[in-house]
C-alpha cells in the first residue's frame, strides 16, 4: 500500500539509498527497463500485473536480467519463496519489512553485483 511504500521508501533514503517508486507492475517493469536501476525491492501483490510476472519480464529481458530483485511479500510459507525464487527473484523479505534484515540482503546482493 501507498503509505507502507512511502515509509520504506523514507526509512531507506535515510539509509542512503537513492529511490524510485512505481504503482503497478507494468509501471515497475517499464520503469526499470528505463533507468536500470542497481536493485529493485519487487511486491508480489501489485495491480495490472503481479511481483511474479513483473520479475518473469525482468529477468527475460537481457537489459535488467541482472538487476537483483528482492521480493517483498506478506505470504511467509516456503511454497511462497519458493515461487518467487522461482519467477527469479533473488531473495526474498516476509512483511512487515525488518528492515536491518533487508538492508543485509540488499548489501549482500549489491556487493556481489558489483566489480571487483
Do not use: Y
Not at 36 to 65: C, N, Q, V
Not at 95 to 103: A, E, G, Q, T
Not at 105 to 110: C, F, G, I, R
Amino acid at each position: 500500500n501507498e503509505a507502507n511504500a512511502d515509509m520504506l521508501s523514507r526509512r531507506l533514503t535515510r539509509q542512503g539509498f537513492e529511490v524510485r517508486l512505481a504503482t503497478d507492475g507494468l509501471q515497475a517493469v517499464e520503469q526499470a527497463q528505463r533507468e536500470r536501476p542497481d536493485l529493485i525491492l519487487m511486491d508480489i501483490s501489485l495491480p495490472k500485473i503481479d511481483g511474479w510476472e513483473a520479475t518473469r519480464r525482468l529477468k527475460a529481458d537481457a537489459a535488467t536480467a541482472s538487476v537483483p530483485i528482492v521480493a517483498l511479500t506478506a505470504h511467509a510459507m516456503v511454497a511462497d519463496r519458493q515461487k518467487c525464487l522461482d519467477a527469479g527473484c533473488d531473495e526474498f523479505e516476509t512483511k512487515p519489512i525488518d528492515l536491518k534484515r533487508l538492508l543485509e540482503k540488499m548489501q549482500a546482493l549489491l556487493a556481489a553485483r558489483s566489480p571487483r
